[in-house]
């Protein structure tokens, strides 16, 4: 069982379409963060969340930390192809845990 | 800044054989944390490892172990290796002990068991 449930696992669309991508659990989390993994590549992070209700804008990505803090949600505004990758998300203090809990991650592909 | 090195990047194995994976963090990282990815399971937490001493450990058996030097570079070691133990192997560093800082990943160590 997952304590981190990312949706879709994978999701393909074409270039200048909308997307969000949710992950969700039933734990609180003391703060989440979302980073992206290309190919070869280890994951990076793209923004980090502490609050409940925060939203976090990063150019065309818009990043939601749910009122609970039990969820969070990324929306991609007008997807290019650059924006390919597996998304994750990562959960610090789910249940008292000293470590960082991922999900399983996201995989996009935006069609040119 | 140099970012984190893993090495070496691809290595093959045979069943019953063990193999070392090797992490240079990020020049003043001080914290070094080791993890799993697979297609059906993710990102799972090995362990984790500060000044030397090991913070925190996933639930992984104990053939999985690791080490971490006085310069801050880590070492993990699978022994009697298993076709399941096919996978990319993160390395991550970061300033300081605990689960709230950024994680500044290498490019990991693919390792296949054949």
């Known amino acids: 069982t997952q304590l981190l449930e990312q949706s879709p696992q994978f999701l393909s669309i074409q270039e200048g379409e909308n997307l969000t991508v949710y992950c969700n659990s039933s734990s609180v989390f003391s703060s989440l963060q979302w980073y992206r993994q290309e190919p070869g590549e280890g994951p990076v992070l793209l923004v980090t969340?502490?609050?409940?209700?925060e939203v976090k804008k990063l150019k065309r990505l818009t990043f939601q930390f749910g009122d609970a803090r039990k969820d969070s949600s990324l929306h991609i505004t007008a997807a290019q192809p650059g924006d390919t990758g597996l998304y994750l998300c990562?959960?610090?203090?789910?249940?008292?845990?000293?470590?960082?809990?991922f999900g399983q991650g996201t995989r996009l592909t935006i069609n040119p | 800044k140099a970012g984190v090195t893993q090495t070496p990047r691809y290595l093959i194995k045979t069943r019953g054989q063990q193999v070392t994976l090797s992490c240079s963090p990020i020049?003043?990282?001080?914290?070094v944390s080791w993890y799993q990815q697979t297609p059906g399971q993710g990102l799972q937490f090995l362990f984790e490892?500060?000044?030397?001493?090991?913070?925190n450990k996933g639930n992984f058996p104990g053939r999985f172990s690791g080490r971490q030097f006085s310069n801050s570079r880590s070492e993990m070691n699978v022994s009697t290796l298993e076709l399941g133990d096919s996978a990319l192997y993160l390395c991550a560093s970061t300033r300081l002990a605990g689960p709230t800082g950024e994680l500044f990943f290498g490019e990991g160590s693919r390792l296949t068991v054949l």
């Open positions: 020049s003043g990282h001080r914290s």
């Open positions: 990562a959960g610090a203090g789910i249940q008292g845990a000293q470590k960082l809990v």
């Open positions: 490892y500060f000044s030397e001493t090991q913070r």
């Open positions: 969340v502490v609050t409940g209700g």
